[in-house]
Nanobody, 120 residues
Framework: VQLRESGGGLVQPGGSLRLSCAAS????????MGWYRQAPGKQRELVAT???????NYAYSVKGRFTISRDGAKNAVYLQMNSLKPEDTAIYYC???????????????WGQGTQVTVTS
């Protein structure tokens, strides 16, 4: 299973970016998908998650500014980021809890990360 992110970049404070992540491979089902981020010198932290049923969870710091969504048919998850702040600068990682056709249980998979830089 591979997770491939796209959509990162450089943006000014107050701007917007949309991150995308598509999972590929021998996927039977995906439970939770989510986004995490890691800023320099800090631990990786949860940004937002979404279940297969559409229930969402957000870090307090991004509530009201970020929106997570997913497309089950495409095994994809998205993160719309609005009103970006310099403190949102980090590498953003896609995460998915995936059961493959060869497995009887789910396993955690990560993307390679995409850089988001918010600066004037």
């Amino acid at each position: 299973v591979q997770l491939r992110e796209s959509g990162g970049g450089l943006v000014q404070p107050g701007g917007s970016l949309r991150l995308s992540c598509a999972a590929s491979g021998s996927i039977f089902r995906i439970n939770v998908m989510g986004w995490y981020r890691q800023a320099p010198g800090k631990q990786r932290e949860l940004v937002a998650t979404i279940t297969s049923g559409g229930s969402t969870n957000y870090a307090y710091s991004v509530k009201g500014r970020f929106t997570i969504s997913r497309d089950g048919a495409k095994n994809a998850v998205y993160l719309q980021m609005n009103s970006l702040k310099p403190e949102d600068t980090a590498i953003y990682y896609c995460n998915a809890d995936v059961q493959t056709w060869a497995m009887s249980h789910t396993a955690d998979y990560w993307g390679q990360g995409t850089q988001v830089t918010v600066t004037s």
